[in-house]
């Protein structure tokens, strides 16, 4: 399978936890991207990478949350001390760089803070 | 800003007959614009984009998207709604610059036998 992968899908965990979810994205795509989707509503954009360098964080993201893309391969996104309002579905995208190209999803991590 | 506004969160429509799912988008750029599908478990699934060459644009599946930028709209449709079509659509506009998407709050769709 050559498309966007993501781990674990499913995660559960206590309140105050801290968790990694990780992405693979498409081998030749240059650009990664983390979404985060609640119930009823739209991805929102968390963050981006071009190859290993993090270009542009979204307000959403709190100092709780950090991502990495430490060789312009494989990413991660961790959550420290979460919260029952990080429970959510976490995509992760990739694309070319070039204008315009569409971005490839992977299936998501579904988060439950408990 | 980019944005997109999609009316009429749950749609239902009748196998066999059309789908109309309305899009309206603000840029201050030329936009791209793309329709998503999100069928349950599965990922978000490109079904067509737009990117300045032709206003019709056709995509799988047999839906289609009109981009009429005096309208500011790009409307998705399908003469036929099959029942595999039941699903969870985004309207996306593309952030210039970044590529970094903007979705809209979907719509979902019911398709009644």
């Known amino acids: 399978d050559t498309g966007v992968s993501q781990d674990p899908r499913h995660k559960i965990t206590k309140r105050g936890q801290n968790v990694t979810f990780r992405c693979d994205p498409i081998s030749e795509h240059n650009r990664l991207y983390w979404y985060r989707q609640t119930l009823g509503q739209g991805p929102e954009f968390l963050t981006y990478f071009q190859n290993e360098a993090q270009l542009e964080k979204s307000r959403l993201l709190s100092d709780r949350f950090s991502a990495e893309r430490p060789k312009g391969s494989f990413s991660t996104l961790e959550i420290q001390r979460t919260e029952q309002g990080d429970s959510a579905m976490y995509l992760c995208a990739s694309s070319l760089g070039a204008p315009n190209t569409e971005a490839f999803f992977g299936q998501g991590t579904r988060l439950t803070v408990v | 800003a980019q944005s997109v506004t999609q009316l009429d969160s749950h749609v239902s429509v009748s196998e066999g007959t059309p789908v109309l799912l309305r899009c309206n988008y603000s840029?201050?750029?030329?936009?791209?614009l793309f329709w998503y599908v999100q069928h349950p478990n599965k990922g978000l699934q490109l079904l067509l984009k737009?990117?300045?060459?032709?206003?019709l644009v056709k995509g799988i599946n047999g839906f289609e998207a009109e981009f009429k930028k005096s309208e500011t709209s790009f409307h998705l449709t399908k003469p036929s709604a099959h029942m595999s079509d039941a699903a969870e659509y985004f309207c996306v506009v593309s952030i210039y610059g970044n590529n970094r998407l903007a979705f809209g709050k979907g719509n979902q769709v019911v398709v009644i036998p």
């Open positions: 840029s201050s750029y030329s936009p791209s």
């Open positions: 737009y990117t300045s060459a032709a206003t």
